[in-house]
Nanobody
Framework: QVQLVESGGGLVQAGGSLRLSCAAS????????VGWFRQAPGKEREFVAA????????YYPDSVKGRFTISTNNAKNTVYLQMNSLKPEDTAVYYC????????????????????WGQGTQVTVSS
């Protein structure tokens, strides 16, 4: 079992930045691939970023590529999502998720793959 807790959300103006954190307890993050997802009201939960368990591979959809960066600090058992140049359409509840994997270089974009989820943190970007 691994427990995930997100933090770092808040209200920011368009063009601003936020850094979300996802802290894990119960197991070490180094054995898990991690993803960030977001869900806006009335919309499906969508993929935002993913990182392999080794931290060597990352992936982003076009909607956030070049603006968001996912990274990991295994010493702190924490995964981060640095979000720059934020837009009003980035407003959503952001969730981190984890899945145990034996493959060090794999990442996952499909939310159905992940079996551990945090409670979410609200990000609101004002125009």
């Amino acid at each position: 079992q691994v427990q995930l807790v997100e933090s770092g959300g808040g209200l920011v103006q368009a063009g601003g930045s936020l850094r979300l954190s996802c802290a894990a307890s119960g197991r070490t993050f180094s054995n898990y691939a991690v993803g960030w997802f977001r869900q806006a009201p009335g919309k499906e939960r969508e993929f935002v970023a993913a990182i392999s368990r080794s931290g060597s591979t990352t992936y982003y959809p076009d909607s956030v590529k070049g603006r968001f960066t996912i990274s990991t600090n295994n010493a702190k058992n924490t995964v981060y999502l640095q979000m720059n140049s934020l837009k009003p359409e980035d407003t959503a509840v952001y969730y981190c998720a984890a899945v145990w994997t034996i493959s060090s270089g794999y990442y996952f974009t499909d939310k159905s793959v992940y079996n551990y989820w945090g409670q979410g943190t609200q990000v609101t970007v004002s125009s």
